[in-house]
């Protein structure tokens, strides 16, 4: 089993920053491409910005220049950090990784999400 546990949300104010963490705790061979994802309220969930296992990032053009996505391969950990926040960056934050998760045969590869964490920018 392979959990995905998001935190470091929480209300900020326009300008502010904050720094999400995502966990990957379990039967975890590897983790290799991360992506975090973002869904305001009543639209759709977008790509925020996505790391490869050797660290190559790409980010939306909504925040360029303003997030950074870092990871600790060793703790499997992936990290966002935001800085001057804006309203328009409220939403809930989702993890996403591509896992190779060890089982009783194989490592086999396999997608998972976080639960989401909440983020609140005021004005």
């Known amino acids: 089993q392979v959990q995905l546990v998001e935190s470091g949300g929480g209300l900020v104010q326009a300008g502010g920053s904050l720094r999400l963490s995502c966990a990957v705790v379990g039967s975890v061979d590897s983790v290799t491409t991360v992506t975090w994802f973002r869904q305001p309220p009543v639209k759709q969930r977008d790509l925020v910005a996505t790391?490869?296992?050797?660290?190559?990032?790409d980010y939306a053009d909504s925040v360029k220049g303003r997030f950074t996505i870092s990871r600790d391969n060793d703790k499997n950990m992936i990290f966002l950090q935001m800085n001057n926040l804006q309203r328009e960056d409220t939403a809930v934050y989702y993890c996403?990784?591509?896992?190779?998760?060890?089982?009783?045969?194989?490592?086999?590869?396999?997608?998972?999400w976080g639960q989401g964490t909440q983020v609140t920018v005021s004005a």
């Open positions: 790391i490869t296992f050797g660290g190559i990032a």
């Open positions: 996403n990784a591509h896992v190779m998760e060890i089982t009783h045969t194989r490592p086999v590869s396999r997608i998972y």
